[in-house]
């Protein structure tokens, strides 16, 4: 058996940072706050895959007398479940730049994100900026919120608003609210994106209204009807349009509630 190593520096060779490999105790690892939820699922995914092939080391910050966890919630859960013990135990981590913690958008590359995931990430992420750095602008930290401006409509409505499937009002969020961040400070832009979170949420409450009323339950048809009304307020190939963001939703909403859905009933 080869030598336990217990750290080394290395140079990234993408970036040239300078970063550390560390042998780190669990009991050392904490999961960040921007994490998404933890999958039961993937954990039971992990477990087959981890113990066949290898562990990918989990990518972490520095923080006071423990490291921070910015990717790999799952791969701890994964061996703390194998182990079935409460022992302490290494895990293999690459030790990043504090501001990496900050852009939680861009990994989970072995199970991309889906858009709950994404919006839970942005709604924790934003309200740090906006307790923390409450006069900076949004733009200011584009990349936390991986370029997507219309994603922090959509934390807020699912988060705060209960919005249930925020894939059903996704293309209506960018089309309307994808022009760029908000030039308001964060302590002013957050009742903005609460304000247009609700918006979205009530989108949703309309179109689930409308399908109750005409036994519609395919969720496809759900989004047909968002679709169908989008192209009749705007046309079906435009990709921006020049509506603010509240006349936008009241057209559409308008739209969708004086057409006849009957039809799609009998699909």
């Known amino acids: 058996m080869g030598k336990k ?3 080394f ?4 060779p993408m970036q040239g940072l300078e970063l550390q490999f560390q042998l780190i105790p669990v009991s050392k690892l904490k999961v960040g ?3 998404r939820e933890l999958s039961s699922g ?9 113990f066949n092939g290898f562990l990918v080391p989990l990518l972490v910050v520095a923080v006071d007398d423990y490291y921070e966890v910015i990717d790999g919630q799952h791969r701890i859960e994964t061996c703390k479940k194998h182990r079935k013990d409460l022992s302490d135990f290494d895990l293999p981590c690459i030790v990043l730049p504090s501001k990496f913690k900050f852009l939680p958008l861009i990994y989970n590359i072995e199970k991309s994100d889906n858009i709950k995931d994404q919006a839970l990430k942005t709604y924790n992420v934003y309200k740090h900026y906006a307790e923390n750095v409450p006069d900076s602008k949004e733009g200011e930290f584009a990349a936390s919120f991986n370029f997507m401006s219309y994603l922090c409509s959509i934390a807020f409505a699912y988060v705060e608003f209960g919005l249930s499937s925020p894939s059903l009002v996704e293309s209506v969020a960018k089309k309307l609210d994808n022009k ?8 002013l832009s957050i009742d903005i994106r609460r304000h247009r979170g609700d918006l979205l949420k009530q989108l949703e409450n309309m179109v689930n209204a409308i399908c109750n009323q005409y036994g519609i339950t395919d969720f496809n048809l759900k989004k047909s009807i968002i679709s169908q009304s989008v192209a009749d307020v ?9 509506d603010e963001f509240d006349d936008g ?10 057409k006849d859905w009957s039809w799609m009933a009998g699909r």
């Open 9 to 12: 520096t290395f140079t990234e």
């Open 180 to 187: 760029s961040f908000l030039e308001d400070p964060f302590y």
């Open 33 to 35: 706050e921007f994490q």
């Open 42 to 50: 993937l954990v039971n995914k992990l477990l087959g895959s981890i």
């Open 234 to 242: 705007w046309g079906a190939y435009k990709r921006k349009v020049d």
């Open 249 to 258: 939703i009241i057209k559409l909403m308008a739209r969708i509630e004086e």
């Open 5 to 7: 190593c217990t750290g």
